[in-house]
């Protein structure tokens, strides 16, 4: 089955630092979802992005399927930043998580 | 517009016991997924319900199961509850699924706790 691998595993930054989050995935996908989960469990809808690149505010995402990987930048980070980014992919009515990023921001 | 609820928040059961969680799609979804995270680790695939019929299933003993209704709310059991049962069990809504090119929610989970 399709392999989903996050990096890095753990990242710490000062408040105002950008970061780099990335997502490979070992097989073509359906779609691509980046989700941030909070210090209370709930998960929050970043981007829908199986291909191309998308911005929302201070963050963005970019999907090269073709290479198979996706990028979250986070830009001018603050300590709501922190938690979990998770990202998942889908195909063949298989739904695959990374096993996340922690980002810890620091004040 | 209302987001994916569920019920309930927490619940705390015995080693053996069964349990039921309830989750409510999004109006006008009718996918369901059922995810579980044990503390620390990452999202499990459980089960996926599209118009009523079970989809796909993750790499879960029988005793963990579900099903959806006429509204698509859907409910996940697990039966003969085990301690490593215990995780924030996560429930999330899409769209009719249609060349794998639909987009999760995510409600806000119910935490379980097997003593």
């Known amino acids: 089955g399709i392999q989903v691998e996050q990096s890095p595993p753990d990242l710490i930054l000062q408040e105002g630092a950008n970061s780099t989050l990335r997502c490979n995935f070992s097989?073509?996908?359906?779609?691509l979802q980046w989700f941030h989960q909070n210090p209370w469990g709930q998960l929050i809808n970043l981007f829908y992005?199986?291909?191309g690149t998308k911005q929302n505010g201070r963050l963005s995402a970019t999907t090269v399927a073709t290479e198979r990987y996706s990028l979250l930048y986070i830009s001018s980070s603050q300590t709501t930043d922190s938690g979990v980014y998770f990202c998942?992919?889908?195909?063949?009515?298989?739904?695959?998580f990374g096993k996340g990023t922690r980002l810890h921001i620091l004040p | 517009e209302a987001g994916v609820t569920q019920s309930p928040t927490h619940l705390i059961k015995t080693r053996g016991q069964q349990v039921t969680l309830r989750c409510s799609p999004i109006?006008?979804?009718?996918?369901v997924y059922w995810y579980q995270q044990a503390l620390g680790l990452g999202l499990q695939f459980l089960l996926w319900?599209?118009?009523?019929?079970?989809?796909n299933r993750g790499n879960f003993p029988p005793r963990f199961s579900g099903r959806q209704f006429p509204n698509y709310s859907s409910e996940l059991n697990v039966n003969a509850l085990e301690l490593e049962d215990s995780a924030l069990y996560l429930c999330?809504?899409?769209?009719?699924?249609?060349?794998?090119?639909?987009?999760?929610?995510f409600g806000p989970g119910t935490r379980l706790t097997v003593t």
């Open positions: 999330a809504s899409s769209t009719k699924s249609g060349q794998g090119t639909y987009e999760q929610y």
């Open positions: 992005i199986p291909s």
């Open positions: 998942a992919v889908n195909r063949d009515d298989k739904i695959i």
């Open positions: 319900y599209d118009e009523g019929e079970e989809r």
């Open positions: 109006s006008g979804h009718t996918s």
């Open positions: 097989d073509s996908v359906n779609n």
